[in-house]
């Protein structure tokens, strides 16, 4: 029987963690990342003490006021990358418009009828994944609603599920329709998420409850606890209790835990039963997979079921228990402090301060609408909570401020930034986890439940940890990876990936004047955010190349562009 996850896997403080990866390699002089998302000094998101207020001033935000590189900064955070149209858009409407246009876009085409239309439903695909990366990057790099696609892929490294963790048939219908669930309520509420999410069949195989018992006397067999751990360890509460901004809640000094083993064998009770629904067409088709898991028999535990103080009492159905257990869950205090935060982490800042948190916090508590049920987890209010609180609006007004962008949103913010299509809609990035060779990281593709990297990662050795910090996206990064990602890129830049291919028409234009050329990409890629010193370096490089003739002038952009893309002002975002 597992007993609770020990303290090096803790996500709630930023004590460093133990770690046996190699020490930090940075992308141009050692140490230059770190002392970008330093550079506000001091350490962030510790402490003890719940903050004083959670009142902050209000940036300004009125349209005259806002910058291209301001808008291409807060487009960083809020979608999947800028564009020139965007940025205008965002100038035009003023930050909170430009969200509540995204929030009222109908989405697109959803994953699974994406595969249906691509012939992925024939029995040959039964037993493999073949179409699911099309159907995932194609969201990503096309889709108009960009930020429902961004909070929907952060939901996705919070609820994590695994592709290559899923058992079964149709594995690529199981990753699209879970991708489907996360983004059809990636604006709706985190209670009615977590019910979602607990019936997918996406979650009852990666977590290993589908089919699960319960106890059997003769054989000792006991309820599979996977799920009902990281449901309260990962997707909810956390390990130790905490202050509504995020910070631990001591007694006598000491953290508490917010559960232990017996909280999860109760909890594991509830999960037990459930099974795919089948229908009338059984495994023939992918459409199970897509259709909420169902009682299966006589397989529940009818007895009570008691965790975190709470009881549920005996002879109920496997779905009453269910919403029951969530309920129990939802209303314990650690939940809005715990997913706010990651939530902040995902879009903004690797280390809000605690009133940051605490801010968000209480919107998730409380959207003010006054409606009982739902004024509670109203994610729409939350993003709108994260992205217009002035540490997200003003650069560094925190200490630690800043965030590495992932590797997966620094492709796709080229892509979306130079409008990157496929012609023949084959989309044919593939699977890019390799880290040697690709970008180390892929859609739905995390090797574990922990996602790609912890919310409290801290490099070992490195002046992040020195400076008290942490840093979730550098646990993806090690002199591998750094070589394999520019490499990629510079590939991909000059010769696109499959038939996806970028349009430099705007940039081609500009290819003759070294630092308009800079100017441009320093705009809409890094949001304004290239130093002097690092505009001064690379418009040297430039200078000295050809130019003139068109040749010189693509060779010319894709320089540009990959000396960009791997510069740490653009691989920072603060």
């Known amino acids: 029987m597992e007993t609770i996850a020990s303290p090096a896997v803790s996500d709630t403080t930023t004590a460093p963690e133990s770690s046996s990866e190699t020490s930090l390699s940075l992308y141009a002089t050692a140490g230059a990342a770190a002392a970008l998302l330093a550079g506000c000094g001091g350490g962030g998101g510790g402490g003890s003490a719940p903050a004083t207020s959670i009142a902050a001033s209000t940036p300004d935000t009125t349209i005259s006021k806002i910058t291209d590189a301001a808008a291409a900064r807060f487009l960083a955070q809020a979608s999947m990358g800028a564009t020139r ?84 048939a149709w594995r690529q219908f199981t ?4 991708l489907d669930l996360l983004e059809a309520n990636a604006f709706g509420n985190y209670r009615t998420l977590l019910g979602a999410v607990s019936l997918s069949t996406a979650m009852g195989e990666f977590l290993t409850y589908r089919g699960s018992a319960k106890a059997n006397p003769k054989t000792g067999a006991l309820p599979d606890e996977n799920y009902a751990r990281e449901l309260m360890q990962l997707f909810t509460i956390g390990l130790v209790q905490l202050n ?26 509830v999960f037990t039963g459930w099974d795919y629904d089948l229908g009338t067409s059984g495994s023939t088709t992918p459409d199970y997979k897509r259709r909420p898991m169902i009682q299966a028999g006589t397989r529940h535990e009818t007895g009570t079921k008691t965790f975190l103080g709470q009881t549920i009492a005996a002879g109920g159905g496997g779905m009453a228990d269910l919403d029951a257990a969530l309920d129990v869950i939802f209303a314990h205090p650690n939940v809005a402090p715990f997913v706010s935060r990651q939530l902040i982490q995902r879009l903004v800042t690797s280390n809000p301060s605690p009133a940051y948190v605490a801010r968000v916090a209480a919107v998730f508590n409380d959207d003010g609408s006054g409606v009982k049920g739902s004024a509670k987890g109203n994610l729409r209010a939350v993003v709108k909570a994260i992205l217009l609180d002035v540490e997200a609006r003003t650069a560094s007004i925190a200490p630690g401020a800043g965030k590495q962008r992932e590797p997966m949103l620094r492709f796709v913010a080229w892509a979306r930034a130079f ?42 050795n490195s002046e992040i940890a020195a400076a008290g910090l942490v840093a979730p996206e550098f646990q993806l990064t090690n002199e591998s990876s750094t070589v394999g990602y520019i490499n990629f890129m510079q590939t991909v830049v000059s010769r696109g ?78």
């Not at 509504?244 to 009770?269: N, S």
């Not at 028409?505 to 630092?515: G, K, S, V």
């Open 85 to 168: 149209a965007q940025i205008a858009r965002v100038a035009a409407l003023g930050y909170e418009g430009w969200l509540d246009e995204q929030f009222g876009m109908a989405p697109s085409t959803t994953r699974w009828d994406a595969l249906v239309a691509d012939g992925y439903s024939a029995d040959v695909n039964r037993n493999g994944q073949a179409g699911f990366d099309i159907c995932a990057w194609r969201k990503l790099i096309a889709s108009p609603d960009t930020l429902r696609q961004r909070i929907a892929l952060a939901l996705s490294e919070i609820l994590v599920v695994g592709i290559d963790g899923l058992t079964g």
């Open 175 to 178: 990753g699209a329709a879970y």
């Open 244 to 269: 509504l901004d995020g910070t631990p809640k001591l007694a006598q000094g000491r953290m508490q835990d917010t559960y232990g083993l017996d909280d999860i064998t109760g909890l594991a009770r």
């Open 419 to 460: 409008n990157a299509t496929s012609p023949t809609n084959a989309w044919a990035i593939g699977n890019t986890s390799d880290s040697a060779s690709r970008l180390g990281q892929s859609p739905l593709r995390s090797p574990s439940v922990f996602n790609f990297f912890r919310p409290g990662y801290v490099p070992p």
């Open 497 to 574: 990936i499959g038939d996806v291919k970028a349009d430099y028409t705007a940039l081609l234009a500009l290819a003759d004047d070294a630092a308009a050329l800079l100017n441009e990409l320093n705009t809409v890629l890094a949001a304004g955010q290239l130093s002097s010193a690092t505009l001064s370096l690379l418009k040297s490089a430039l200078t000295g190349m050809a130019s003139g003739a068109d040749a010189a002038r693509q060779n010319r952009v894709y320089a540009a562009l990959t000396l960009v893309l791997a510069a740490p002002e653009f691989i920072i975002l603060h």
